[in-house]
């Protein structure tokens, strides 16, 4: 069984989305690991498929790997370290504050582990969106890949919403189903959800570039 095609995007060719892009939406990356949603996104616009710049890129874990990335890709990057703040709507306005200075259109929270709140929802109305690995409304929260295997579930997946007050419960733009197989970890099951969501993110974007929303 091909993993890949087994897959469902719900959505238009990402090249029918931007072939009519004007001005390149101006975004952030929030992230906290690894990067690879925001490596995704950086090779969609090199490769001339997505009229966007990623401007910056916030961070909020000394160890993210995400920060090598982005100097890799010549991507201006911020730690803001959330053990700094003794409340989160301090470590949001910090982050807002970055944000404005850099004159941001979309914040992209691309594996970011924190829960936002209203300081940073409203600076950003219905412009901050989230990826999640499971096919919403399945399985919000922390370890939705290790919550559908133990479901047992035979398809989940990974989706992109808006961002809202309630943890992933925003607005769905687009979703991607994966197949779960009886040998998977979190590990091989993770890691093909990941192909899908490189695909889908950027798709997310030039839906906000096209005004589809």
Same mark, same amino acid.
């Given at each position: ?115 936002? /709140?209203?300081? !940073?929802?409203?600076?950003?109305? *219905? ?9 919403? =409304?399945? @399985? &919000? ?17 990974? /989706?992109?919403? !808006?961002?809202?007050?309630?943890? *992933? ?9 994966? =197949?779960? @197989? &009886? ?31």
């Amino acid at each position: 069984m091909n993993n890949v095609s087994n897959s469902r995007l719900i959505s238009p060719p990402l090249s029918e989305l931007t072939k009519k892009s004007g001005k390149p939406l101006k975004l952030a990356v929030l992230a906290s690991g690894q990067g690879s949603n925001f490596e995704a996104i950086a090779q969609s616009i090199d490769s001339g498929q997505l009229n966007a710049q990623v401007a910056i890129v916030i961070y909020n874990n000394p160890e993210a790997q995400v920060s090598e990335r982005a100097q890799n890709w010549q991507v201006p990057s911020l730690l803001i370290n959330h053990r700094d703040f003794s409340r989160r709507e301090d470590f949001d306005q910090a982050i807002v504050e970055s944000l404005q200075r850099a004159e941001i259109d979309w914040v992209i929270m691309a594996g970011w582990m924190r829960i936002v /709140t209203t300081v !940073l929802l409203n600076a950003f109305t *219905d412009r901050i969106i989230n990826i999640h690995p499971s096919l919403l =409304p399945s @399985f &919000p929260g922390i370890r939705a890949v290790e919550q559908a295997l133990a479901a047992g579930v035979k398809i989940t997946g990974c /989706t992109v919403h !808006l961002a809202t007050l309630a943890v *992933d419960s925003g607005p769905i733009l687009i979703q991607a189903a994966v =197949p779960v @197989f &009886p040998e998977d970890t979190p590990a091989t099951l993770h890691a093909r959800i990941q192909i899908q969501e490189h695909l889908i993110l950027p798709q997310a974007i030039a839906f906000c570039s096209e005004n589809l929303l």
